[in-house]
Nanobody, 124 residues
């Protein structure tokens, strides 16, 4: 059972930055995938970024603005968000999945563990 705790959300003006953190009870490894997803009101949970087998991948909508990374012990995953836009407003969730294959890392239903979510609001 992997436990995930997110932090770092809040209210920020357009163009601003935030850093989200996700502390995991297990370290990421070749068998564990950790990713960030987000869900706006009335919408499905959507892929944002993931670290899979040591490489990072991003949704087109955040590429060049968001950066996913881990700490040295690989038990905390960060999402550095810059140049934030109102359309980035959502609840952001950290997810973890075991033994995910390439075709699964984009799909939230393949992740078996989730944090409680943290609200990010981008508004002037």
């Amino acid at each position: 059972q992997v436990q995930l705790v997110e932090s770092g959300g809040g209210l920020v003006q357009p163009g601003g930055s935030l850093r989200l953190s996700c502390a995991a009870s297990e370290s990421t490894s070749s068998s564990n995938t950790m990713g960030w997803f987000r869900q706006a009101p009335g919408q499905e949970r959507e892929f944002v970024a993931v670290i899979w087998r040591g490489k990072t991948y991003y949704a087109d909508s955040v590429k060049g603005r968001f950066t996913i990374s881990t700490n040295k012990d690989k038990n905390t995953v960060f999402l550095q968000m810059a140049s934030l836009k109102p359309e980035d407003t959502a609840v952001y969730y950290c997810g973890a999945g075991r033994n995910l294959v390439w075709s699964s890392i984009w799909n939230h239903s393949r992740y078996g563990y989730w944090g409680q979510g943290t609200q990010v609001t981008v508004s002037s």
